[in-house]
């Protein structure tokens, strides 16, 4: 069984998500650590609940980042971890921890990548006015947001549409789709090919699937 080892800073709804999913026994990993880098992350208190180890690792602690994303490294192998997951983690790693877990380590980002890639990213697709947003679930590589995509879930932006309204309908995807692309990992489902991540033994989806919005009505 994999170990995972999940990165957080702050509200931590997607550990959740994978907990949950761990102790309904439809993803079979453990979690062997959560690190935070914010000691106030609500996020420790749900490992806390749920006994699961955890560690704070605070930046100013740290001369630099490199030394940082060592101490991480060194967290994450002592547990024994082979999956790392970032869930909310507000720091960008370092080249050298990526090279210490290649392939082994993914991120869930709110907006359907390469759209939106960084920071405030519901407020960023509102504004821009797309129709449509999402989730995406995608290894981390040496750039920001940028690494192969596993898995993306597509939501409507709607007229009345907030930040918050469509992080809202964001969210629920992310928890629907992180514990599932856990899953196609910890199951040795994933292959990938270049940029692209080939699912094996998964049925898809039906090419005939198809959305748009506002709904085409009949004239
Ligand atoms: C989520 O929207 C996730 O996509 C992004 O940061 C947020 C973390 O939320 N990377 P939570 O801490 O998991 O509740």
Do not use: W
């Not at 489902?189 to 748009?212: C, M, W």
């Amino acid at each position: 069984m994999i170990n995972l080892g999940v990165l957080v800073s702050g509200r931590g709804s997607n550990l959740q998500a994978l907990i949950d999913a761990m102790e309904a026994e439809s993803l079979k990993a453990s979690i062997s650590v959560v690190i935070s880098d914010n000691p106030e992350a609500l996020a420790l208190a749900r490992a806390e609940r749920h006994g699961i180890r955890s560690e704070v690792v605070k930046k100013e602690d740290f001369p630099s980042k490199d030394a940082f994303d060592a101490e991480l490294v060194r967290i994450l192998r002592e547990r024994d971890v082979g999956l790392v997951a970032l869930a909310g983690f507000m720091r960008l790693l370092t080249p050298a921890f990526i090279d210490a877990f290649p392939m082994r380590v993914i991120n869930i980002h709110p907006s359907l990548l390469p759209s939106f890639p960084g920071l405030d990213v519901q407020r960023k697709a509102v504004e821009y006015g797309v129709r449509f947003s999402g989730c995406t679930v995608h290894f981390v590589d040496k750039g920001v947001d940028t690494g192969p995509i596993i898995m993306q879930a597509v939501v409507p932006v709607t007229d009345t549409d907030t930040a918050e309204t469509l992080a809202e309908r964001i969210l629920r995807e992310e928890h629907r789709i992180y514990p599932q692309a856990v899953r196609l990992f910890a199951e040795d489902r994933l292959r990938v090919e270049g940029r692209r991540v080939i699912v094996k033994d998964h049925p898809g989806i039906d090419e005939s699937t198809s959305l748009e919005n506002p709904t085409v009505t009949e004239t």
